[in-house]
């Protein structure tokens, strides 16, 4: 028999984000001759709709403040607006999502009673669909909970200690209900673990993936191009490798050389001598990021070493599906560090070493002018499609509900 899944998130297309594509993949590559899938989230107005299978519940957050929904591209004007905008109503307001919550609370138990709903999943960040599911857990304990968390709660760097107080009061209430909590890598899975009192809760890896086919190709451009996809953000910026590239220009001004930043917002300085080296191109649809990737003859990945482990960046599975060399300044001790390296996808630099940057770029143009083949570990890259890693999400829900 059929086993009843209902997913619960704020995060849904056409929202778009990542979360929205881990919660999609989830709903997509769930087994449907295992299980019926549901899927609970955030909508202007109350709805249902059914797509591929997957019946979708949308209800609205009636609230006077509420945060405004990203479900297509705008300027840059607007979109930094709506982005102070919700950081007002995070701050000044105890839930943004209270009217959500309130509402779901309202609507889902005589749901759960009606499709004989056996298993709930909820997707954190923000915290409304795990305080959703918490309390229909409460009044229906025999529901089997998994708990999927794609950032750090209580242990965030930076929280306000009002906040942090307030992440481990709930974190410490799902350890006492969740039968199991999923998590993005395998440091922030360990993270929460020795949070946790509770021997009987399950945790568990599911990575973030990419959702295409691989699809290699040969042909180098006439210019090595390395193109960035994807907005800079908090300390992420392409300072370093932009004075890297810089010297490399000083000593050597004939390589010729593109560098893309696609979707990016120019907050940084290009030196002179890269100005007609640097291409910055508007936001794209994902389809036309993708196909940029593709074409390019390498990619660049920017994450600084700043204390945080587990982070492998959204981008970065993509980046691997392309099947082009990353150039990857990473915390070099960390998880992303470690899939390039046993991918054998690229080259890798600590963000502050700029000597090493320098000499990464000369080995990734070196190959690109040799025409050097590169062989991938296509069996490391494909076990990172979302299908495969959502087969994971599948054992674990065997695993709940094999509990006694």
């Known amino acids: 028999m059929k086993k009843n899944i209902l997913i619960i998130s704020i995060y849904y297309p056409p929202i778009q984000s990542i979360a929205s594509n881990r919660i999609y993949s989830f709903a997509k590559y769930l087994d449907k001759e295992k299980y019926n899938v549901y899927v609970h989230t955030l909508g202007n107005e109350n709805s249902v709709e059914s797509d591929d299978d997957i019946v979708v519940q949308r209800v609205k957050n009636d609230v006077l403040f509420r945060p405004l929904l990203f479900t297509k591209r705008t300027n840059k004007f607007i979109h930094y607006s709506k982005v102070i905008y919700n950081k007002f109503v995070k701050y000044f307001f105890e839930d943004e999502y209270r009217g959500w919550i309130s509402e779901s609370l309202d609507i889902l138990p005589q749901f759960i009673k009606e499709k004989n709903i ?59 209900y969740v039968n199991a909590m999923t998590s993005v890598s395998k440091p922030l899975v360990d993270e929460f673990a020795s949070l946790s009192s509770n021997q009987n809760v399950i945790f568990r890896e599911i990575r973030n993936g990419y959702d295409f086919k691989l699809e290699e190709r040969k042909s180098n451009n006439d210019v090595f191009t390395i193109s960035y996809t994807g907005n800079f953000y908090g300390d992420i910026n392409p300072t370093n490798f932009l004075k890297a590239l810089n010297n490399l220009f000083q000593k050597d001004n004939r390589k010729k050389i593109l560098i893309q930043f696609v979707g990016v917002k120019t907050h940084f300085e290009i030196p002179d001598l890269l100005k007609d080296k640097v291409k910055v191109i508007a936001s794209v649809k994902h389809s036309q990021a993708i196909e940029i990737m593709k074409k390019s003859d390498a990619l660049l990945l920017i994450h600084p070493t700043n204390g945080r482990k587990g982070v492998y960046t959204g981008k970065l599975f993509e980046y691997l599906a392309s099947l082009k060399p990353i150039i990857a300044l990473i915390d070099e001790e960390d998880v992303a560090s470690k899939l390039i390296q046993e991918a054998n996808a690229g080259y890798i630099s600590d963000n502050t070493n700029i000597g090493k940057i320098e000499m990464i770029l000369e080995e990734a143009h070196k190959e690109w002018k040799e025409k050097q083949k590169r062989e991938f570990n296509i069996d490391i890259i494909k076990k990172h499609h979302r299908k495969e890693q959502v087969k994971r999400l599948e054992k674990v829900i065997e695993e709940v509900c094999n509990e006694r």
């Open 118 to 176: 056996d298993i709930l999943i909820s997707s954190y960040a923000p915290t409304a669909p795990h305080s959703v599911a918490l309390e229909l857990k409460k009044e229906f304990p025999y529901l089997k909970w998994i708990a999927d968390m794609r950032d750090e709660m209580s242990q965030s760097l930076g929280l306000p200690l009002k906040l942090k107080e307030k992440y481990q009061k709930l974190e410490n209430e799902i350890f006492t």
